[in-house]
C-alpha cells in the first residue's frame, strides 16, 4: 500500500495534545480589531481546544499524527 500524504494546511495550523485532543489558534484575530472589544480580543487569545465534530474531520487530514 502506498503511504497516505498528509494535508500540508493541516500540519501547519494544528498541534495535537497529550491526550489526542487538537489545538489551534483562535480566528478573527488578525485584523480589524478596532470592532471588537477588550473582553473579544482578551478570551481569544493564545489557543483553544477544538470540538469533537471538528477534531473527527481534522484527524482525516492527518493520518500518521504530529
Known amino acids: 500500500m502506498p503511504k497516505l500524504k498528509t494535508k500540508s494546511g493541516a500540519k501547519k495550523r494544528f498541534k ?4 489526542g485532543k487538537l489545538k489551534a489558534g483562535v480566528a478573527g484575530k488578525r485584523h480589524r480589531l478596532l470592532s471588537h472589544n477588550a473582553k473579544y ?5 493564545g489557543t483553544k481546544v477544538m ?3 471538528d477534531s473527527k474531520t481534522i484527524k482525516s ?6
Not at 487530514?61 to 504530529?66: N, T, V
Open 61 to 66: 487530514y492527518l493520518p500518521y499524527g504530529l
Open 51 to 53: 470540538s469533537a465534530s
Open 16 to 19: 495535537l495534545t497529550a491526550t
Open 41 to 45: 480580543i482578551r478570551q481569544n487569545r
